[in-house]
C-alpha cells in the first residue's frame, strides 16, 4: 500500500474553496506546505486536510514555524525548507519578471543547490518553496521537487493558476507528479524538468519521476 502525500507552497493568505476541495479530493495521509502561508488562520485550515500536516517557515512568514525540518515518512527521509536566492536575482525578477533566468539550467539547480546545503544529513528528497514556478530535478542522490505556487487570484506569477505536487511513496521508491489546478477542469498532470515548466505542458502529458532505490521500513520524524 502506498502513502500519498500532497505539497503546497507559497499560499500568501490566497485560498479559496476550489483549492481545498482540489487538495482533499487527493486524499493526503500527509500534507507539506514549504512557506509563505502568513496567517494562522490559513495554517489551521491546512491542518484540517490531512492526518499529518507540517509547515515551514517563508520569507513572508512571521508565525513561530521552523525554518528547515526533516521528516522521515515510511523510510525515505524528506527535508523541507523554503530556500531563497540572492537579493540581486530577487530585484531582477521583478523587474524582467525572471525572463533573465528563465529556463536556465544553472538557475534552477543552482537554487536547489544552495537550499539543499542548509542540510547536514543525507536526505533523499527536497521539498522547496520561494520561486512560484515549479520544477523537479536530481541533485546527487537527492531528488528535489518546488510544487510552485498554490495561490489563486493571479499570485501564482507565471503559470497563472495554483500548482501542487503529490508524492506517492511505495515500498520500492517514490512517484511524483506536478498537477495545475484549473476551475472546470480535472487536476492537470503538469510536465515539468530542472528548467520549470516544459514547452506545451497544457498537452496534459504526464512526467513521473521514480526513485527505485530502496527504502527501510523506519518511520519516526525529526526536526
Not at 49 to 67: M, N, Q, R, T
Not at 134 to 147: H, S
Amino acid at each position: 500500500m502506498s502513502k500519498r502525500i500532497v505539497i503546497v507552497s507559497d499560499t500568501h493568505d490566497y485560498l479559496d474553496n476550489f483549492v481545498t476541495d482540489q487538495i482533499a479530493k487527493f486524499r493526503p495521509h500527509v500534507l507539506f506546505h514549504n512557506g509563505d502561508v502568513e496567517k494562522p488562520e490559513t495554517l489551521q485550515l491546512y491542518a484540517s486536510l490531512s492526518p499529518e500536516f507540517y509547515a515551514v517557515k517563508g520569507d513572508h512568514d512571521i508565525l513561530p514555524l521552523s525554518h528547515k525540518a526533516i521528516r522521515i515518512i515510511d523510510g525515505v527521509r524528506i527535508g523541507q525548507i523554503h530556500g531563497d536566492r540572492p537579493k540581486y536575482k530577487e530585484r531582477i525578477s521583478e523587474i524582467a519578471n525572471n525572463s533573465l533566468f528563465r529556463g536556465k539550467y544553472y538557475y534552477w539547480n543552482r537554487f536547489a543547490q544552495d537550499a539543499l546545503i542548509n542540510f547536514d544529513e543525507q536526505i533523499d528528497v527536497l521539498l522547496t518553496g520561494h520561486l512560484h514556478v515549479p520544477f523537479m530535478c536530481w541533485i546527487g542522490n537527492t531528488f528535489v521537487i518546488n510544487p510552485g505556487a498554490i495561490a489563486v487570484n493571479g499570485r501564482s506569477h507565471h503559470l497563472s493558476v495554483p500548482t501542487l505536487a503529490i508524492l506517492d511513496i511505495y515500498k520500492n521508491g517514490i512517484e511524483a507528479t506536478i498537477f495545475a489546478l484549473e476551475k472546470g477542469r480535472a487536476p492537470i498532470p503538469l510536465p515539468v524538468s530542472n528548467q520549470g515548466p516544459v514547452p506545451g505542458w497544457q498537452q496534459m502529458i504526464r512526467q513521473k519521476a521514480i526513485w527505485q532505490t530502496p527504502v527501510s521500513s523506519n518511520n519516526s520524524a525529526t526536526a
